[in-house]
Structures are given as C-alpha cells and as structure tokens.
C-alpha cells in the first residue's frame, strides 16, 4: 500500500473511534487482538495514526476485538460505515425489514 493510500485509509480513525466508543487502551486492544502485550500499544497507534495499515487477518482481529464487522473499518463513506454498524448489530427481524425496503426503492 503506498503512502498516500496509507493516509487516505480510513481503517485508522475508525479504529479509534471504536476503540473510545469501547473504552479500552490502544495496549488493551492490541492484546486483545492477539498482538504481543510489549508491541500492542505502538502498533495500534502506527494504525490510528496511518502510519501503517493492518493485514486483513489483523483487521480481523481487531474488528473481532471491538465488537464491529470488520467492513467498517474499510468502508471509505462515514454514513456507510454508520449504516454497516448499526445493521451488523441489529435484530434479524429488521435486517429484514431493511432488506426488503431497499429491495423495493
């Protein structure tokens, strides 16, 4: 990935949202998704901050970590990476309904 690819990603500042929104350390998340407790804390930083961006098994593991589909992460468009959330979170009876609704528009 080149470097203006890396400071385009929006994997960073959707990892940190999540991690807030979590209310969990960068070290605590970096463990939590299998990362060696003395490197979890500035590899999950060299992720928020771009400086690198994580494989897709890493982002895996990381989304698995935060309770977020790991699309999320990758979804380029703030009100898509909302909508992939909130549908990942909701009950099969609305899923789908919303289904159907964008099935029909």
Not at 61 to 82: F, G, H, Q
Request: hydrophobic content about 35%.
């Amino acid at each position: 990935m080149s470097t203006k690819d890396k400071e385009n990603s929006p994997i960073g500042r959707r990892l940190k949202s999540a991690r807030i929104v979590k209310g969990i350390s960068q070290k605590q998340l970096g463990i939590l998704a299998g990362i060696d407790e003395f490197s979890a804390s500035p590899r999950i930083n060299q992720y928020e901050r771009g400086k690198h961006v994580p494989d897709f098994a890493t982002s895996k593991r990381l989304a698995k970590a935060l309770s977020i589909p790991v699309t999320y992460l990758y979804a380029d468009d703030d009100e898509l990476a909302d909508l992939i959330k909130l549908f990942s979170s909701s009950q099969e009876n609305v899923k789908n309904k919303i289904r159907s609704l964008l099935k029909q528009a």
